[in-house]
């Protein structure tokens, strides 16, 4: 019946609708006819396993209702009585970077790197700021380990808590069969959105994350993500046959996990060019 009502959307493209259940509000993001195959079963696995890696991601479940799969998500810019429920304010990245209608990827606002320093301002208390750089720092990165390129602007954001802002719980995180290792963020200062280990590794400073911190979350999250990923699809409802298709997706993160050594030679690489830069931004008076 929902699927048949054209007014159900809660904004993007797939039907969506807010229902009531076990005393939450949750948003039930429906499989339309012409979707792919199994995208509430794909967004639940990767949602499930980014909270397994620690990343903050609201409270999800997948149903199955006659023969559909329904993917429920808990309102988390929600609060108090779920039949009368307070609004918490939500800012969009794509209003947070001042990104007009007509923003497409390329701009060099759309960055990963820019929202950074505008959360810097945002965020007015030192410690939640920091552990929000370094959360937006492993979201970007599991982007890039799931085959996520849907991380537009508009699906990352800020959340007032009542004393202040702080970034959002992740949401829509799905992974593209097509992953060709580019994000719709440029992850880079040159505005590049090449999601490369390299480009990861030399960006995680920015985030404040060190360089060691940054190569051991990419070795951890590589190895949970490439050991689970096909065993949860088919756990959930995808015929063995059907996950193969998607092995693109997660392909960054078997190949990490497999050739472990790319991390740390990636790293030591990241780290003479950062030294190399020092060096050349030392005042001569400094000496030699």
Request: charged letters at 25%; hydrophobic letters at 40%.
């Amino acid at each position: 019946r929902l699927l048949d009502d054209a007014t159900t959307s809660a904004g993007g493209e797939r039907p969506k609708v807010t229902l009531l259940d076990d005393g939450k509000l949750w948003l039930a993001k429906l499989r339309d006819r012409g979707d792919a195959p199994h995208l509430p079963i794909r967004e639940y696995v990767v949602m499930h396993m980014a909270a397994e890696l620690g990343l903050q991601v609201p409270e999800v479940r997948l149903e199955q209702h006659a023969g559909r799969e329904v993917f429920l998500v808990e309102r988390f810019d929600r609060a108090g009585d779920p039949l009368r429920p307070q609004r918490h304010l939500f800012a969009s990245a794509h209003t947070v970077l001042r990104l007009g209608a007509s923003a497409l990827p390329g701009d060099a606002r759309r960055s990963y790197l820019v929202l950074a320093d505008h959360m810097r301002r945002w965020i007015n208390h030192p410690a939640h700021c920091q552990q929000d750089l370094q959360e937006l720092w492993r979201r970007m990165a599991y982007n890039a380990l799931v085959g996520n390129r849907d991380d537009h602007p508009r699906n990352h954001g800020l959340l007032h808590d009542g004393s202040g802002w702080r970034l959002s719980k992740a949401f829509d995180i799905t992974p593209l069969p097509n992953f060709s290792r580019v994000l719709a963020m440029s992850v880079a200062a040159d505005g590049s959105q090449e999601c490369s280990l390299y480009q990861l590794l030399k960006a995680a400073p920015h985030f404040d994350v060190t360089l060691r911190d940054a190569a051991t979350w990419l070795a951890h999250a590589s190895v949970h993500v490439a050991q689970h990923w096909q065993a949860y699809l088919q756990t959930h409802g995808v015929p063995a046959a059907q996950t193969e298709p998607f092995a693109p997706a997660f392909g960054m993160a078997t190949e990490l996990a497999e050739q472990p050594d790319q991390i740390d030679a990636a790293a030591q690489a990241v780290e003479q060019e950062l030294n190399k830069g020092k060096r050349r931004r030392r005042p001569k008076s400094e000496g030699p």
